[in-house]
């Protein structure tokens, strides 16, 4: 993914699965298309094992701040660590 949208979430009281669907739906809402890949920071992933959704895969990244997240369509060819 070279472009995507940023969401800053830091409401605990939510599940990260929660969070990631509230940004996911308001990229599609705003972009029209749905993401299919979602970035967080490492720390962000400790809170819950199991975050992925149906159709969007999520990874860890140092590049993305606690608390933040990056959504976006992967890039064919282009394959996250």
Known sequence: MKVGMLWFDEDQTRSLAARISRAAEYY???YGA???LCMVH????EQEE???QE???VCS????LPNYFWL??????FQTA
């Open 28 to 30: 599609q809402r705003k």
């Open 34 to 36: 749905r993401p299919n």
């Open 42 to 45: 490492p720390l962000t992933m």
């Open 50 to 52: 199991q975050a992925a």
């Open 55 to 57: 159709g969007l895969r």
């Open 61 to 64: 990244s140092n590049a993305v």
């Open 72 to 77: 976006g369509v992967e890039d064919r060819g």
